[in-house]
């Protein structure tokens, strides 16, 4: 059974405090990891996807980045902007096209 | 609006009754996801369809829950004789459904089901 671990489940930055949030995996057959972004009351909305140990992606002050356990999505010089519950999900090859989510990590990143 | 429509944003109901949850996914996606989150969890997938194709409906929790999507697009979640333990925040979800981006996921903003 696919299982995706996220930790920790809530972290408090000082604005300008860059930090690091985890997301360790155990899958059959990784086909894509996917980090999505949670505000209260909405829906989660699709950040970014890594396919293969090594690589990497930013987009403003967030970067993951991808190895064969797990991937860690770095939050440089966070904004109180910034403050929402990141998700991890990954989509295994036997799972067909399904993603199979971690609990999250509640970020609040205070003035 | 170009995005995934949820309807209705809130229900609640009595224990025993039951409800339908309906999802407009975004025009020309071919695939649609349910899934459920309780209050400060995780998103636990329910079912997915896939085109034509049989869908996959290992999430769905017990014979209570069912699905369908009529005619590729609009689909209904139903949820017979509604029980407390069924008290979540239900999301929808469609994507493209082909390629490198089956795993970029339009959500929309859930049916909040309170179940008293």
């Known amino acids: 059974e696919d299982q995706v671990t996220q930790s920790p489940e809530a972290l408090r930055l000082q604005e300008g405090e860059s930090s690091s949030l985890n997301c360790s995996y155990t899958?059959?057959?990784?086909?894509?990891l996917f980090w999505y972004r949670q505000d209260p009351g909405k829906g989660p909305e699709f950040l970014f996807t890594?396919?293969?140990a090594g690589e990497e992606k930013e987009k403003e002050r967030l970067k993951a980045t991808l190895t064969k356990k797990e991937s860690f999505l770095h939050i440089t010089a966070p904004k109180p902007e910034d403050s929402a519950t990141y998700l991890c999900?990954?989509?295994?090859?036997?799972?067909?096209?399904?993603?199979?989510f971690g609990g999250g990590t509640r970020v609040l990143v205070k003035p | 609006g170009a995005g995934v429509s949820q309807s209705p944003s809130n229900k609640v109901t009595e224990k025993g009754k039951d409800v339908e949850l309906r999802c407009d996914p975004i025009?020309?996606?071919?695939?649609l996801y349910w899934y459920r989150q309780s209050l400060g969890q995780g998103l636990e997938f329910l079912i997915y369809?896939?085109?034509?194709?049989?869908?996959?409906k290992s999430g769905l929790p017990s014979d209570r829950f069912s699905a369908e999507r009529t005619g590729g697009s609009v689909s209904t979640l139903t949820i017979q004789r509604t029980q407390q333990e069924d008290s979540a925040v239900y999301l929808c979800?469609?994507?493209?459904?082909?390629?490198?981006?089956?795993?970029?996921?339009?959500f929309g903003e859930g049916s909040r089901l309170t179940v008293l």
């Open positions: 025009s020309g996606h071919t695939a």
């Open positions: 979800a469609s994507s493209r459904g082909g390629g490198l981006n089956t795993g970029e996921l339009f």
């Open positions: 890594l396919y293969s």
């Open positions: 899958v059959s057959g990784l086909r894509g």
């Open positions: 369809f896939q085109g034509n194709s049989a869908p996959d």
């Open positions: 999900a990954v989509q295994a090859g036997a799972a067909g096209n399904k993603l199979t």
